[in-house]
């Protein structure tokens, strides 16, 4: 009967002493556990992106952030509100629009690897100064990645992700590849998006008709779309226009 109770009293001991270990976590391990659950909770995202970006290389995507972020402030008011988007092949969009557009938003497109760092230092320096994020200087690689995956916000956190997004567009597509989702995904005014939707919403024709300086406006919009797109006789806007009309034939196409 001793020997029984000894037993049962050392059995309970032990399990006392197990639950003790099990509570024992303190403010390290929970903090460990977290950054673990974090850390796993990035590369998730990431390889998320890295797999996406490969599927797009030979089908298109349906949608983006953007695209969905617009869909969703316009059914705030109406519920029934669709985007004005439709996907056209990169032939059948004006080379006067796509020599446009590579004059006015990224001169060295062909020949970077999607970054200019020159760019991005002059941005950061014109930040400083103005004490808040103002500039980018994004190529249209790190726009194209921004559009698809990420929101306007302007954080340099969102720019780190750009930046890695960037690198994933460059390794999977070629240029011709990148610039044709860009041109069929970019934001051309309230729930306007992409080359066609854009020719047809302001010009009444489709994308491979346009002019050259049909195009350079459109180019123009492109920074601040929705703004342009409620003014459309802005004195700059026509300005503008005709320095990146004289632009576009030094403009090089991705081939």
């Known amino acids: 009967m001793t020997a029984q109770r000894r037993t049962s009293h050392t059995s309970a001991t032990s399990r006392k002493r197990g639950a003790g270990r099990r509570r024992a976590w303190g403010p390290w391990q929970w903090t460990g556990y977290v950054v673990t659950l974090l850390i796993v909770g990035v590369l998730a995202t990431q390889l ?6 490969g599927w797009w290389v030979r ?3 349906q949608s ?3 695209m969905r972020a617009a869909e969703a402030r316009l059914r705030e008011t109406d519920p029934s509100a669709t985007l004005r ?4 092949p990169y032939d059948q969009i004006s080379r006067n629009l796509k020599r446009a557009i590579i004059a006015s938003e990224d001169a060295n497109f062909v020949n970077h690897d999607g970054y200019e760092i020159d ?3 002059g941005a950061w320096e014109k930040n400083q100064k103005k004490g808040r994020i103002v500039a980018g200087g994004s190529t249209i690689s790190q726009q194209l990645a921004k559009n698809l995956f990420l929101s306007s916000e302007k954080s340099y956190l969102r720019k780190a992700e750009e930046f890695t997004i960037t690198w994933m567009l460059e390794f999977w597509m070629d240029k011709q590849r990148i610039f044709e989702i860009y041109l069929n995904s970019v934001e051309w005014g309230e729930g306007v998006f992409g080359a066609e939707a854009a020719a047809r919403y302001y010009y009444g024709i ?5 002019s050259p300086w049909q195009a350079a406006r459109l180019a123009v919009m492109l920074p601040r779309p929705r703004y342009f797109d409620s003014h459309r006789n802005s004195p700059y806007l026509s300005q503008r226009a005709g320095v990146i009309a004289r632009r576009m034939g030094a403009a090089e196409l991705p081939q």
């Open 48 to 53: 998320y992106y890295f797999l996406q970006i």
């Open 59 to 61: 089908f298109n995507p």
């Open 64 to 66: 983006t952030a953007f």
């Open 85 to 88: 988007h439709q996907w056209v």
């Open 119 to 121: 760019a991005m230092l």
């Open 206 to 210: 489709p994308a491979s008709k346009l």
